[in-house]
């Protein structure tokens, strides 16, 4: 279990999160949803170790793998850039047919375009296993078949090696396919939290619920 106690973050006089109390079960698959500047990708880079947190304590037990907001590709083709975290070919065969690569496998990977080069990033960090897969923005650059190989992929792997997920989204699609708790945030702090359909029908707050009036669901 995550446990989150009076976590917070601060740049100078701005506090961009704000979380007293905060814990994520065992192999929960949790959508951190919220405007930009909400405070999304700030918890997920403290989780994942990129950032320090101002105060307050959390708690992860085991591995953790991380896929960033803005993708990037290494030199080489498609294959190597898998094989660079570490996996073996036929494993980065196998994740580049799922997520529908694998016709793209021996070129440059410098050479994709957005949405490839994301699902080429998520080839990359499925390939571990871990015990807390942190994904920020995962389908951002996807169209819509593309987004839906990615939450198809998300689900398996979790699935396979029963790990937590926490995943930052603007979509609707990914928050309610692919999520069993959905967490609204604004300016750092918790406008509502419970499983997505629960939430999208009784948002808690007026400012949750005229952000979830915003999303095209």
Known sequence: MIEINNLKKRYGERTVLDIPSLSINDGETLAL?????????TLLKIL???????????????????MPQNSYAFRGDLIRNILISGADRSKAFELLEKLELSHLADKKAKSLSGGELQRLSLCRVLSGKC???LLDEPTSACDANGAELVIKAIKDYQKSCGCTVIMSTHSPLLALNA???LII?????IEADGSPEETLANPGTQWAKSFIAGWKI
């Open 33 to 41: 949803a919220g405007a930009n500047g909400s405070g999304k990708t």
């Open 131 to 133: 015990d807390l897969l």
């Open 185 to 189: 945030l604004n300016s750092g702090k």
């Open 179 to 181: 999520s069993d708790r």
């Open 48 to 66: 994942g170790g990129t950032v320090k947190a101002s105060e307050g304590s959390f708690s992860i037990p085991g591995s953790i793998l991380y």
